[in-house]
């Protein structure tokens, strides 16, 4: 409505700026004709200013707002690449988590494998004075049809070769377990378990003796003059 009314006023002002010059011509004597083509052109010339000043006004606020909608968009990418940048890391954290959580059910597994497997089968009293992997061992024997007189032997046997302990290893040879299989994967002819079950490698052991030796006995002597069995 201001440029509107800047317009209308130049426009206004030139009429009577015409007009005046119209009244003192002719007071003057001056050439009537002559002079309202000067004052026309004059109005003219006021006119264009005007619309020159107009048309700047608009220039000037079509840049503003130009430069107010690139702002708009700038501060919108910027808070789009805000958002992107917290989703990758809600993504990455969800990522990592759900990694760990497998690398500990992966570690509680193999804990629980190289848990030994408790010996279910029945115990003879006369096994009853040992404990551990031994009293599964005496029990084991006794069950493969060795008498109990047999036992000393074979206690004495395997605890030159390992001690009992079931997760034996010798790194030099590569021998495993409770008897000592060379290699150990031997006595996967039992079962798959024969890394960490002591029933498993007891099993293998008294077959492994009775088909080379036939009694536990037989294995000790041979062990006590060759230092291996």
């Given at each position: 409505m201001s440029r509107l009314w800047s317009r209308l006023g130049a426009r206004t002002a030139a009429v009577a700026l015409l007009s005046v010059g119209v009244a003192g011509g002719f007071y003057l004597g001056e050439d009537r004709e002559t002079q309202q083509?000067?004052?026309?052109?004059?109005?003219?010339?006021e006119v264009d200013r005007a619309d020159?000043?107009?048309?700047?006004?608009?220039?000037?606020?079509?840049?503003?707002?130009?430069?107010?909608?690139?702002?708009?968009?700038?501060?919108a990418k910027l808070r789009a690449a805000q958002a992107a940048k917290e989703a990758a890391e809600r993504a990455r954290k969800a990522k990592a988590a759900a990694a760990s959580r497998k690398a500990e059910r992966?570690?509680?597994e193999r804990k629980a494998a190289e848990k030994p497997?408790?010996?279910?089968?029945?115990?003879?009293?006369?096994?009853?004075e040992y404990s551990g992997n031994r009293k599964v061992g005496c029990a084991m024997m006794i069950d493969a049809g060795f008498g109990i007189a047999e036992?000393?032997?074979?206690?004495?046997?395997w605890t030159k070769e390992s001690g009992w302990?079931?997760?034996?290893?010798?790194?030099?040879?590569?021998?495993?377990?409770?008897?000592?299989?060379?290699?150990g994967s031997?006595?996967?002819?039992?079962?798959?378990?024969?890394?960490?079950?002591?029933?498993?490698?007891?099993?293998?052991?008294?077959?492994?003796?009775?088909?080379?030796y036939d009694t536990p006995c037989g294995a000790?002597?041979?062990?006590?003059?060759?230092?291996h069995y």
């Amino acid at each position: 409505m201001s440029r509107l009314w800047s317009r209308l006023g130049a426009r206004t002002a030139a009429v009577a700026l015409l007009s005046v010059g119209v009244a003192g011509g002719f007071y003057l004597g001056e050439d009537r004709e002559t002079q309202q083509q000067g004052l026309t052109a004059q109005v003219g010339l006021e006119v264009d200013r005007a619309d020159l000043a107009y048309q700047r006004e608009r220039q000037a606020a079509h840049r503003v707002k130009f430069a107010k909608q690139r702002a708009a968009e700038y501060e919108a990418k910027l808070r789009a690449a805000q958002a992107a940048k917290e989703a990758a890391e809600r993504a990455r954290k969800a990522k990592a988590a759900a990694a760990s959580r497998k690398a500990e059910r992966e570690a509680a597994e193999r804990k629980a494998a190289e848990k030994p497997k408790p010996y279910d089968g029945p115990i003879p009293a006369s096994c009853a004075e040992y404990s551990g992997n031994r009293k599964v061992g005496c029990a084991m024997m006794i069950d493969a049809g060795f008498g109990i007189a047999e036992f000393p032997c074979l206690e004495k046997l395997w605890t030159k070769e390992s001690g009992w302990n079931h997760k034996a290893s010798n790194s030099s040879s590569g021998a495993y377990g409770i008897p000592q299989a060379l290699p150990g994967s031997k006595m996967g002819t039992v079962a798959d378990d024969w890394r960490t079950n002591p029933a498993t490698q007891i099993k293998w052991g008294l077959g492994y003796i009775k088909g080379r030796y036939d009694t536990p006995c037989g294995a000790w002597g041979y062990f006590q003059s060759n230092g291996h069995y």
